[in-house]
């Protein structure tokens, strides 16, 4: 198990950067605004931690499913006598 785990680790990390990107643009664009620069800062480290997390978990799930255990498959058989049937007919 320790195999795959590097790289979903990496898969995560790249979907990652790609959303810095973004988060970066909005901090340079609330640069140039009015907003002070400490609160957008704030923002972007609880963002950075929520989205991390979301993104470790979102490259597990494409990986392994949704869940964990044993699915359970029940098959029904028809059975070859019917017992309605057969007493339907031994009372005619």
Excluded: C
């Amino acid at each position: 198990m320790v195999g795959p785990m590097w790289r979903l680790r990496l898969e995560a990390a790249l979907t990652l950067l790609d959303h810095l990107l973004l988060h970066a643009d909005h901090l340079l664009s609330a640069w140039l605004d009015i907003r002070p620069l400490h609160r957008s800062l704030g923002e972007a480290a609880a963002w950075l931690g929520r989205t991390w997390r979301a993104h470790l978990h979102r490259a597990h799930v494409r990986r392994y499913g949704p869940g964990r255990g044993v699915i359970a498959v029940v098959t029904n058989r028809r059975s070859t006598t019917n017992t309605t049937n057969t007493e339907e007919t031994r009372e005619r």
